[in-house]
DNA sequence: TTGTATGCGTTATCAG
DNA sequence: CTGATAACGCATACAA
């Protein structure tokens, strides 16, 4: 391993001249330029980056938290912060919690040690939760909610859910199913409201029992759609708060002989790529994933450097998708 | 930002006891680590871990490349991975690399500028585009085949994919179509093999006409199933190099009014979750992804630290997992 | 068990 | 434009 002094030796200069060759090469002459190069070249060097991250306090890295990489909403969003990082000479850390609250301080002990410069964190702060961000760390939200402190790049889950329920009010649907998340989850907090807003602007009663809670799992929305097949009177339509959950819901529908869309709707939430490859495919919400992880990304480092934010709170469009799970409610039989 | 000195002043000791403290408790005595501590809390001291790495130059760091991390199976091996990376102390750096071999290059360049210890590789190396890792580095392969070389950890790809088409035979299919990776990819080769040694043990002639080649994505196989959907002769069974095609070749058969299973079945290969809630649920392959991830990095562990490795390669059993898609030929009509 | 002193590879300051 | 040299924070060899 040859090192700055070796690289000096070679090219006949001294050492400040090779770290200035390769760092402000503009400060060189042309001539000393050379030799370094060729030195680098003829002993093999390669800079210690850690060298320069010690001396520099900087370590060039940033630490995405995410409650479970294996969620392809996440990993959209993740792939996206990754490209800009790398564009600008990021590294990124990945911490995936699964939501276990003792591993995400573990990452956020690793910027504390200078080990990342900051965080981008993945999910909604839940209420109870909430992991304690010191405030003298870079961190900025990327999946919030209208709850969500702190720099914070979201979409308006509330008015994205609403237009869901006014599409199917307008299909002529009046009692409409919901899967949603964990009660406490912020996503779900909002989604539920945009839900509840559409039905009063159209007039509908709001319906507890028609509320199922899942946990944004495939498995969760199989097993709370149970809930609905066993109704004397089953709903029309089924707003699942995520796709995943709407994938498992229309597994348990099939299963007792519905037909979607015929028998009954059913939409999600986030436009995963399996959205559109289901049967029938998905009536869904899409999630700018990768606009989302670019943003949140670029909010970091503006962060990091300590540059002035243009503004706290990015709130990006949803694209609302119709596909083939939802059309007009069968007449009452 | 105080470091070990402010301790060390404040617990009225040198900085060698306060570094031991933290490093080698067992060498210093109950009452020094008593002050230690008391002053680390009063100072707020957090140890600077770039130092610290740079002093004992290793970063603690392994990057893992992957071709993208958007897809199912990888993303579950990666958070194998971090799992396990996470327990031993290391951190991972993720590395998509969305194919590119610039990008894969960059975070080689990282290891050897000492920005992280060692490498996984999530792909199967092809001859031509083979990436050039120096062999002075650490690196372990993970999702390999049979001509991938150096440390890795694999399944019997060939194996597996033979099993599944044994049991198709087994229920009466003789005209078996396959929608395959990239021609060249490794994975490709090592399933066609398993397909081929299938066919020639049942007594099957080859038939270059039931091939169809995709890259291993939904849109893919979507596009190659259309090839079978044109013949006269539609095959009764379709294996797909991967659950993806699959998903995306029953969207196909459908919509030329095929149905799946009864008029012709359709397997995958990876059991990425969204095989259990298609409709039908897919007849496929499972990777213990956690244990490949698992493996992988304690192979790398031992990579960096040194020790002898118990074996350069760790072929894991798959397990054949048969769900709805597939049933027995329907009767010539 | 503890303290002193040195060096890890780099960048930055300051003279030349 | 270039060179000598002092940090950066920590770990360790060596001496006590």
């Known amino acids: ?109 690793r910027v504390e040690t200078r080990l990342a410069d900051g965080v981008i964190q993945l999910r909604p702060d839940e209420p109870g939760k909430h992991t304690e961000v010191p405030d003298d760390i870079a961190c900025v939200n990327a999946c919030g909610c209208e709850s969500t402190t702190g720099p914070r790049v979201r979409i308006d889950n509330r008015g994205a859910a609403r237009a869901v ?27 539920l409201a945009g839900y509840k807003e559409g039905l009063a602007a159209a007039g509908i009663e709001f319906d507890p029992s028609l509320l199922a809670e899942g946990d944004f799992t495939m498995w969760s929305g199989l097993n709370s759609a149970k809930q609905f097949c066993a109704m004397d009177d089953i709903p029309t339509a089924l707003l699942c708060l995520n796709d995943e959950m709407a994938i498992g819901a229309m597994q348990t529908l099939k299963l007792h002989g519905l037909r979607v869309p015929e ?47 243009a503004q706290e709170e990015s709130v990006l469009p949803a694209e609302f998708v119709i596909r083939k799970s939802t059309a007009v409610p069968r007449k009452k039989s």
């Open 1 to 109: 391993m040859s090192n700055i002094r070796d690289v000096a030796r070679e090219a006949g200069v001294s050492v400040a001249t090779v770290s200035r060759a390769l760092s402000n090469p503009e400060k060189v002459s042309q001539a000393s330029l050379n030799k370094v190069h060729s030195a680098i070249d003829k002993v093999g060097y390669r800079p210690n980056m850690l060298a320069r991250s010690f001396r520099s306090a900087k370590s060039y890295a940033v630490v995405v938290l995410v409650p479970d990489i294996t969620n392809p909403f996440f990993s959209q969003v993740i792939r996206s912060i990754e490209d800009r990082a790398q564009q600008k000479g990021y590294a990124v850390l990945l911490g995936d919690t699964r939501g276990v609250i003792e591993r995400e301080k573990e990452y956020i002990r």
């Open 165 to 191: 329920v006014d599409y199917l009010i307008s299909l002529g649907h009046r009692r409409i199913g919901v899967i949603t998340g964990l009660k406490d989850n912020p996503h779900t907090v909002d989604r």
């Open 263 to 309: 028998d009954i709707s059913v939409t999600g939430f986030d436009d995963i790529s399996y959205a559109r490859y289901c049967d029938p495919s998905l009536t869904t919400v899409n999630q700018p994933a990768e606009e989302i992880g670019k943003r949140a990304m670029d909010m970091l480092l503006r962060l990091i450097e300590g540059e002035p934010l």
